[in-house]
Every structure is written in structure tokens, then in C-alpha cells.
């Protein structure tokens, strides 16, 4: 009974206490758990403080409307092109011509933007389909010698439809050109409204060659090209003169050499579109006459596995990093690229003929 004695007088002496306290400060317990609230609520505050605040005072919905018609609405001379019935430039004659017609309204001006799951578009009085997604094809061609990269040709000669099948039926086109003495990776797509960004100079295209030449090209010549900012002569041989800098040209090495034919094998990289440029650099620049050009990366796409005069559909995520390669160039890069563009369209339409004549 004694060990009873020392709880029993604690127990005690805690009552008398817990009696002299106020009645409204004697729960310790009280006090602790009402602090918890107000971390609580002070808590709860602040959260609610911290988050952005949402104007909802336009309840019909009008940004959302604003953003619906970023993401639908789109040229009409792009959706023209995109269904194949012809390419951006000759769909902008057609709208100036009056022969296309939208929700029965004939549309003469450029810009007009419309939504082509909605709209109803004629060209010539029949109703254009935009094709979905199991209709669109992107086709990598390893291109042999002696065969052109155009649809059709006058003299009957070999094109790069005769290696894809049905091309024609798809409606694939050839994305650029390789020259017919040249090798090499082509792309193809019925995806038209890719074709202008992927070969416009407007944009950077990336392009892998594999070059032979003639002779051994000056170490401090390819230095230059490498750190950018040359300025190709002008030749007799070529009808226009451009006097924009060139790119930084990385990687631009001699990776073999043939010392008994005085001949060099090159690897370089180009990042921009311009008329004949391999030849400007290498016959104008680096006095070095050009043997073969063998093209083997079209951006990050690849000859790997692809046996020469074969083809082959591209990935999915193929197709979606060509697309993610394409990037628009600055401005504040070189100031008149807007010339260079002129300049490029000016020298394809004179230089198409003798291209064909080859």
C-alpha cells in the first residue's frame, strides 16, 4: 500500500492546481489544439494567396473562342496545297483567278484564313478532301546516279517516281532537288505544306554531304568556312550574284585523300538554301573541281540501312523530328534574306530548263 502513497498525493497536489487556474485558461489541452486551428487557417491563407487569380468575369468563353481559332483556322491557299491539288504558288493563282469557292462564296483575295474541318471548299467547281492522317506518307529514296528528282519529264528520262511505288496514285513529291549526277537521300511526303519550310532559305535546313574533289583544298581556306562569314566570288559560269556571308560551316573536314589520282574525299555540313552552293564553295572558293556529290543526312534523317536505289517510310518520330529541324532564321543572322529569296526564286525559274535538259 505504501508505493500508492507518493501517486496519490501528485495526484493531489495537480487538483489544488488545476483549481487556483482561471476557468477559461485551465485546459492546457484546449490551448494547444486551438493553436492548431489558427496554424490552420493562417496556413490555408496563405495557399490560397499564393495561387494565380482567375478572372472569370467573361462568362461567355471568348478567350477560349480566341484560342480555338489559332489552332483550327489556317490559309486557304495552304489547305489547297495540303490536299494536293496543287503546290502554295499555283493555289494563290487559282483564289486570284476566282476559281476557288468557299461555303459558296468566291474568294479572290489572299490571307484568307478558314477551317478546313468546317468549311466547304471547290477548286474548278469539285470539292477538295483534306486527307487524314492514314493518307499522309513520308518516304526516304537513296537515289542512284542518272535519275532526276521530278515528278514528270519531257524526254522520258528516269525519275525518282519510277523507285517508289504508287507515287504518283499518293501524290508524293520530291522535297528539293539532288542533281542527276548526284547520290543520295530524298525525302518525299503528299504532306505539302511541309515542301516551302523544308526547302525555303528562309529556313535552315540541315544537309550532310559526302563530297570527292579534285586536288587537296587549303587547311586555312576550310578554316574560314568553318568560322563563317565568307563571301563566295562570282563566277562567269553562274547568272546571278549574291553577295550574302556564308554560315558557319560545321563540320567541313578532309576524311581521305587519294594521293595517285590527286583526289579528296570531304565531309561537310550545310545549314542554308542556296543556288548551287556546293559548287560555288568548292570550284569559286577552294579551287577545287567537284567529282561526286553523295548526300547522307537530310536533316536527321539518314542513309543508314537504306541500300542505293531503295526506299523505305519514314517513323513517326521520324517525321516528327524532320519537323522539329525545320527552324526559321533570324533576322538579325544577315539582314536581306528577304533578297535571297528573290534571288533563289528568279534563278529556279531560268535555271529549271537547263535542269531538265540534262
Known amino acids: 500500500m505504501y508505493p500508492i502513497l507518493p501517486f496519490l498525493m501528485l495526484t493531489l497536489t495537480f487538483c489544488l492546481a488545476y483549481r487556483s487556474i482561471p476557468n477559461g485558461k485551465r485546459s492546457v489541452f484546449s490551448l494547444w489544439s486551438s493553436e492548431i486551428k489558427k496554424d490552420k487557417i ?182 574560314k568556312l568553318r568560322d563563317g562569314g565568307v563571301i563566295l566570288p562570282d563566277n562567269e559560269n553562274y547568272i546571278y550574284k549574291d553577295n550574302e556571308p556564308l554560315l558557319p560551316i560545321k563540320p567541313i573536314n578532309i576524311i581521305d585523300v587519294d594521293k595517285g589520282n590527286m583526289l579528296s574525299l570531304i565531309d561537310i555540313i550545310i545549314e542554308e538554301s542556296r543556288p548551287d552552293l556546293l559548287q560555288r564553295i568548292f570550284s569559286c572558293y577552294l579551287k577545287c573541281d567537284i567529282v561526286s556529290i553523295k548526300r547522307t543526312e537530310f536533316g536527321p534523317i539518314g542513309l543508314k540501312g537504306l541500300r542505293k536505289g531503295m526506299w523505305r517510310e519514314l517513323t513517326k518520330n521520324e517525321i516528327e523530328n524532320i519537323k522539329r529541324s525545320c527552324k526559321e532564321v533570324k533576322q538579325q543572322n544577315f539582314k536581306s534574306r528577304k533578297n535571297q529569296s528573290k534571288l533563289v526564286k528568279n534563278y529556279e525559274n531560268t535555271k529549271r530548263k537547263t535542269y531538265e535538259n540534262q
Open 42 to 223: 493562417v496556413n490555408n491563407k496563405v495557399k490560397q494567396l499564393s495561387k494565380p487569380k482567375i478572372d472569370r468575369s467573361n462568362s461567355d468563353g471568348d478567350n477560349n473562342l480566341d484560342f480555338v481559332k489559332l489552332a483550327t483556322e489556317e490559309r486557304l491557299q495552304k489547305v489547297i496545297a495540303r490536299a494536293g491539288i496543287a503546290s502554295r504558288r499555283e493555289a494563290e493563282k487559282l483564289i486570284l483567278d476566282g476559281r476557288v469557292v468557299v461555303n459558296g462564296n468566291i474568294i479572290t483575295e489572299l490571307g484568307v484564313k478558314i477551317k478546313p474541318g468546317t468549311d466547304i471548299i471547290t477548286v474548278d467547281g469539285k470539292k477538295i478532301q483534306m486527307p487524314d492522317s492514314k493518307s499522309i506518307f513520308w518516304v526516304a529514296v537513296n537515289k542512284p546516279r542518272d535519275i532526276l528528282t521530278t515528278m514528270e519529264d519531257e524526254k522520258s528520262r528516269d525519275t525518282i517516281v519510277s523507285i517508289v511505288p504508287r507515287a504518283k496514285e499518293l501524290r508524293l513529291l520530291p522535297i528539293g532537288r539532288l542533281g542527276r549526277e548526284s547520290t543520295g537521300i530524298v525525302l518525299m511526303t503528299n504532306e505539302n505544306g511541309w515542301i516551302h519550310p523544308l526547302t525555303h532559305p528562309s529556313y535552315q535546313h540541315r544537309m550532310r554531304y559526302e563530297i570527292v574533289v579534285k586536288g587537296f583544298p587549303n587547311e586555312s581556306d576550310l578554316q
